[in-house]
């Protein structure tokens, strides 16, 4: 039986406006899994005013006591594990694995949220008058507005929202029309039940075909005056224009083109392992996913043939499985979206290592490609699902050169026995992270995340995240009269 859900107003559960609502359907099973309500233009603006409203006090708030509440928040989130495991199994079709891992990493968020609330903030700053004391002080900037996707619904649920509300600001939360409840609802029933006050985050669902006008509505407030996206590329340039037309800073980190390099000295079992999970865990849709895996030419061969077996024995089916590995993607459109990229690369000469083939319902098969041509879609196009090109080099120079010819730079990992070597190269990628001695696939909260080019800018994490979300201010005073010339 489907669960039904309003709006988060003010601390209050509450229908839309209209009366309309909107259907959250499982990619698992194709049936209604929640309805949740339609918002329009007005219930966002209802949602600014509540927002605006508990401002100045949750801003007032004492340190320690926010820092209790984010602790148990995480608490509670990790309290509700199994709760939110077959949420992600029903909502978003998310493995055992990979739904663990997003309570896992969001209460070590909630935590470092907690830990940042109390570390010093601000400087002591050199005047140029005698007897002046100078301080660059953090102060909240107000109304956040927050974007969550569903791809990591849990842990980017929370993310959206952490080191806002940390850093003293109120939230209105957007979360996607695919996982309302796990990256919007869900979040925000673990915070007030953990003692968040009434109005401090609010979540406005919507109907797919209003979220150009909700997003629009609630950036264009006056009243919000920063912005956070997590999600596509496209979609994320269109954050940014509404953003740079209000003169709102924006946080946005967006799709991923990222390479796996396995260089020369690498141990080809462990490599083999390492692209394995960067590639396919949960399915591939994930922004750091390898949709490319670059093998000096002296391994190609034995790499490419280990990785094939592996890939080709992933278990795939049913997310509620505990040892399934390919899980549906978001839905049965995504799935033929993939396996769009795939023929389209095979009709321009790519060739199928393993896989391929049609999708069942939204889950298609574990797919590995050679020989992708440029004229691809797929060569320069993310693939998010589980999708990727082996590729060879001969030399650094070649590898650099192949992960770099991308618009996008988010991530990056290189797998080689030798850490220098690969900090070398390292250091030549144009991507906001990369994992030397590992894949692509990383997050740890106290880390500065975020990508480079068309993968966005703005950092979440540590220090980095409350910095996103908070005004520098310039405060002197003088301990002595000053002296004027008139």
């Given at each position: 039986m489907?669960?039904h859900?309003?709006?988060l107003?003010?601390?209050?559960?509450?229908?839309?406006?209209s009366?309309?609502r909107?259907?959250?359907v499982?990619?698992?099973?194709?049936?209604?899994?929640?309805?949740v309500?339609?918002?329009?233009?007005?219930?966002?603006?209802?949602?600014?005013?509540a927002?605006?409203a508990?401002?100045?006090?949750?801003?007032?708030?004492?340190?320690?006591?926010?820092?209790?509440l984010?602790l148990?928040?995480?608490?509670?989130?990790?309290?509700?594990?199994?709760?939110?495991?077959?949420?992600?199994?029903?909502?978003?079709?998310g493995t055992?694995?990979?739904?663990?891992?997003?309570?896992?990493?969001?209460?070590?968020?909630?935590?470092?949220?907690?830990a940042?609330?109390?570390?010093?903030?601000?400087?002591?700053?050199t005047?140029?008058?005698?007897?002046?004391?100078?301080?660059?002080v953090?102060?909240?900037?107000?109304?956040?507005?927050?974007?969550?996707?569903?791809?990591?619904?849990?842990?980017?649920?929370?993310?959206?929202?952490?080191a806002?509300?940390?850093?003293?600001n109120?939230v209105?939360?957007?979360?996607s029309?695919?996982?309302?409840?796990a990256?919007?609802?869900?979040?925000a029933?673990?915070?007030?039940?953990a003692g968040?006050?009434?109005?401090?985050l609010?979540?406005?669902?919507?109907?797919?075909?209003?979220?150009?006008?909700?997003?629009?509505a609630?950036?264009?407030?006056p009243?919000?005056?920063?912005?956070?996206?997590t999600?596509?590329?496209?979609?994320?340039?269109?954050?940014?224009?509404?953003?740079?037309?209000?003169?709102?800073p924006a946080?946005?980190?967006?799709?991923?083109?990222?390479?796996?390099?396995?260089?020369?000295?690498?141990?080809?079992?462990?490599?083999?392992?390492?692209?394995?999970?960067?590639?396919?865990?949960?399915?591939?849709?994930?922004?750091?996913?390898?949709d490319?895996?670059?093998?000096?030419?002296?391994?190609a061969?034995?790499?490419?043939?280990?990785?094939?077996a592996?890939?080709?024995?992933?278990?795939?089916?049913?997310p509620?499985?505990?040892?399934?590995v390919?899980?549906?993607l978001?839905?049965?459109?995504?799935?033929?979206?993939?396996?769009?990229?795939?023929k389209d690369?095979?009709?321009k000469?790519?060739?199928?290592?393993t896989?391929?083939?049609?999708?069942a319902?939204?889950?298609?098969?574990?797919?590995?490609?050679?020989?992708?041509p440029?004229?691809?879609?797929?060569?320069?196009?993310?693939?998010?699902?589980p999708?990727?090109?082996?590729?060879?080099?001969?030399?650094?120079?070649?590898?650099v050169?192949?992960a770099n010819?991308?618009?996008h730079?988010?991530t990056?990992?290189i797998?080689t026995?030798?850490?220098?070597?690969?900090?070398?190269?390292?250091?030549r990628?144009?991507?906001?992270?990369?994992?030397?001695?590992?894949?692509?696939?990383?997050?740890?909260?106290?880390?500065?995340?975020?990508?480079?080019?068309a993968?966005?800018?703005?950092?979440?994490?540590?220090?980095w995240?409350?910095?996103?979300f908070s005004?520098?201010?310039?405060?002197?005073?003088?301990?002595?009269?000053?002296?004027?010339?008139?």
């Open positions: 489907a669960i859900r309003e709006l107003i003010g601390g209050k559960d509450v229908p839309a406006r009366g309309r909107a259907r959250d499982s990619p698992a099973t194709g049936e209604v899994y929640a309805t309500a339609a918002a329009g233009p007005e219930d966002v603006t209802a949602a600014v005013d927002a605006a508990a401002f100045e006090e949750w801003a007032a708030l004492s340190p320690s006591a926010r820092r209790a984010f148990r928040a995480a608490d509670l989130l990790e309290e509700r594990a199994e709760q939110a495991i077959a949420l992600m199994a029903a909502e978003v079709g055992r694995p990979w739904a663990g891992f997003n309570v896992m990493l969001a209460a070590g968020m909630l935590r470092e949220a907690a940042a609330i109390t570390a010093p903030r601000g400087e002591v700053l005047a140029q008058q005698e007897g002046v004391l100078g301080l660059a953090r102060e909240p900037v107000g109304v956040v507005a927050a974007f969550s996707p569903w791809n990591a619904p849990i842990i980017l649920g929370v993310r959206s929202v952490a806002a509300l940390a850093a003293g109120t209105v939360m957007k979360p029309e695919d996982a309302p409840v990256c919007g609802l869900f979040v029933d673990v915070l007030r039940d968040l006050p009434d109005g401090v609010n979540v406005v669902t919507n109907d797919p075909a209003d979220a150009a006008e909700v997003a629009e609630l950036i264009a407030d009243r919000v005056r920063a912005v956070n996206f999600g596509s590329t496209e979609v994320g340039r269109i954050i940014g224009v509404h953003a740079a037309r209000h003169l709102k946080l946005l980190e967006l799709g991923g083109k990222n390479a796996i390099i396995v260089l020369d000295d690498a141990d080809v079992d462990y490599a083999v392992d390492a692209a394995t999970f960067g590639v396919f865990m949960n399915a591939g849709q994930i922004c750091m996913s390898g490319r895996v670059l093998v000096h030419e002296s391994l061969e034995e790499f490419t043939r280990r990785f094939a592996k890939v080709a024995a992933l278990p795939s089916g049913d509620t499985e505990p040892t399934t390919i899980g549906p978001v839905s049965p459109a995504a799935a033929r979206r993939v396996a769009a990229l795939v690369a095979v009709d000469g790519a060739t199928v290592v896989g391929g083939g049609e999708p319902g939204a889950v298609h098969p574990a797919t590995v490609l050679a020989d992708v440029p004229e691809a879609d797929l060569y320069r196009g993310e693939a998010f699902g999708v990727c090109v082996v590729d060879t080099f001969a030399t650094d120079d070649e590898a050169a192949k010819d991308t618009e730079g988010l990056a990992g797998i026995e030798n850490g220098t070597h690969g900090l070398r190269v390292a250091r990628l144009k991507t906001g992270i990369v994992h030397v001695n590992d894949q692509s696939v990383g997050d740890e909260p106290q880390a500065p995340f975020g990508g480079f080019k993968s966005g800018y703005g950092r979440f994490g540590g220090r995240g409350l910095e996103a005004n520098t201010r310039w405060l002197t005073l003088a301990t002595q009269q000053a002296h004027y010339p008139f």
